[in-house]
């Protein structure tokens, strides 16, 4: 069955430094793949896809992840975070027909301290 | 571009009573349009799929008669709590995919509804 692991719950990170999420998937096929993020209280806003193609993806906001086949990753990797920064993020695999329905992971709290 | 509403924000609804949660993608035709559930602290679970003119398609698990799920018009889909109950409280987001937005989904803000 697809899922997808998300191993840390809960991550803080210095205002400046750099910050990558994990993310593990399992998925019989080649997988769609975002990152989504999302504010107290808010909906979800997508940060980056991958669909196919170049394994490194840019997303807005500065993100940027790296799909690894031979690890099942995709990790998601900021150089330099800023205190707005701080959300949940969510990390997500599509499945089905063209990807349609999505499987979410737990999701990691992202605080940033200055 | 690419903008999706939910109204309400938020509802309080007395048990037993039913709630209706609209969800509309302002910009672009929703040809499918989703609805996931998120407890507090945990992540999105999807209830229902929806195709715009077809009867949505359901989770595991998910109760067809007590989430009414309605996707009228490509702009349009609502979901309809029934009877409803305090377990039913939770925050309720729908998504929406339209055809020439590739295969992502933009999220609504979400409704929190409260059973009381």
């Known amino acids: 069955a697809q899922s997808v692991t998300q191993p840390d719950i809960h991550i803080t990170v210095s205002e400046g430094a750099s910050l990558e999420l994990r993310c593990n998937y399992s998925?019989?096929?080649?997988?769609?793949l975002f990152w989504y993020v999302q504010s107290p209280g808010q909906g979800l806003q997508l940060l980056l896809k991958y669909f196919s193609g170049d394994t490194l993806v840019q997303g807005i906001k500065g993100f940027e992840a790296e799909f690894k086949r031979s690890q099942s990753s995709f990790n998601l990797r900021k150089p330099s975070v800023h205190w707005s920064d701080a959300a949940e993020y969510f990390c997500?695999?599509?499945?089905?027909?063209?990807?349609?329905?999505?499987?979410f992971g737990k999701g990691t709290t992202l605080s940033v301290s200055s | 571009g690419a903008v999706v509403s939910q109204h309400p924000s938020r509802v309080i609804c007395k048990s037993g009573t039913s709630v209706k949660i609209e969800c509309r993608s302002l910009?672009?035709?929703?040809?499918?349009m989703f609805w996931y559930r998120q407890f507090p602290k945990q992540s999105l679970m999807l209830m229902a799929t929806s195709n715009e003119g077809s009867k949505a398609t359901y989770e595991q698990g998910v109760e067809k008669d007590k989430f009414l799920i309605n996707h009228a018009s490509l702009t349009l889909s609502t979901l309809t709590v029934t009877s409803a109950h305090p377990e039913d409280s939770s925050f309720y987001i729908c998504?929406?995919?339209?055809?020439?937005?590739?295969?992502?989904?933009?999220f609504g803000p979400g409704t929190r509804l409260t059973v009381t």
């Open positions: 998504s929406a995919r339209g055809g020439d937005r590739g295969s992502s989904q933009y």
């Open positions: 998925y019989g096929a080649t997988p769609y």
């Open positions: 997500a695999v599509g499945a089905g027909q063209a990807g349609t329905a999505l499987i």
């Open positions: 910009d672009f035709q929703a040809t499918t």
